[in-house]
């Protein structure tokens, strides 16, 4: 594995639920890995090593305690944060004494899981393993150049210069930012900004790509930089 990208292992039996967080993973610069029960959890995480595991409690053969607990009598202490439908503190004292790290109730926000996601990562491995590309700041915030992206307070500036963008250019443009130096193909920028729906589509990247050199490129030197016949790569 690339020691630009974190991989984590999400284990759910809902479909839905792993592909809503696949992509989410991928936005956020992660490189996820899917299981769908017990058996695939301790298969990917003996062969694959993860650096976290989101396991869902109810799988349909182990269930996710059995799971962390296999892993922990095996002497592998990856990261885990349990994901569940039951909320009570029973179980969250049995997930967090079998050795796990945080334990998240069904519904979640998925904003929310991404922050628990990277929280458990500062807290287990302090040492720096940000991404290449922009790498946050003490601040959280993202540089290229004299280009920031604060994505906590949705602000975008240019040379200091406030830029107004609509929430799908932001995205893009923190994507790229994460990914700076590399180049994106429209495949991988329509799976991870946009999601499965647009599948196929790349028109619509071209489209935003136009968006976002016609709101930045009058505020200094072109950032983003076209491959021909690949994609898109944003660097100074």
């Known amino acids: 594995m690339s020691q630009d990208v974190r991989r984590v292992l999400v284990v759910d039996d ?39 595991i989101l396991l869902d409690v109810m799988l349909p053969d182990l269930d996710g305690f059995e799971v962390c607990r296999r892993l922990r009598a095996s002497g592998d ?30 519904p979640f926000s998925i904003d929310a899981l991404v922050a628990r996601v990277r929280a458990v990562l500062r807290r287990i491995e302090p040492r720096s ?7 946050a700041g003490s601040d959280g915030v993202l540089r290229v150049a004299d280009l920031e992206l ?15 963008l609509s929430p799908t250019e932001f995205r893009l443009l923190a994507y ?3 990914n700076a130096g590399r180049v994106l193909t429209r495949a991988q920028l329509l799976e991870s900004v946009w999601g499965w729906e647009h599948h196929g589509n ?6 935003y790509i136009s968006y976002l050199r016609r709101k930045l490129d009058p505020l200094g030197p072109p950032l983003i930089h076209t491959r021909r016949g690949v994609g898109y790569a944003l660097r100074a």
């Open 14 to 52: 809902e479909a839905n639920i792993r592909d809503l967080i696949e992509v989410a993973l991928r936005f956020h610069g992660f490189e996820p890995v899917l299981a769908a029960t017990g058996a695939e959890a301790l298969r990917e995480a003996r062969e694959r090593r993860p650096e976290l």
């Open 129 to 135: 393993s940000a991404p290449a590309g922009a790498a």
């Open 77 to 106: 202490e990856v990261p885990v944060i349990f994901l569940t439908a039951r909320d009570t503190p029973s179980d969250t004292v049995t997930g967090l004494t079998l050795g796990g790290d945080d334990y998240v109730t069904k």
């Open 150 to 164: 604060d994505e906590e307070r949705w602000t975008v500036r240019r040379a200091g210069v406030e830029v107004e």
């Open 202 to 207: 790349g028109q619509v990247v071209e489209t």
């Open 176 to 178: 790229l930012m994460r």
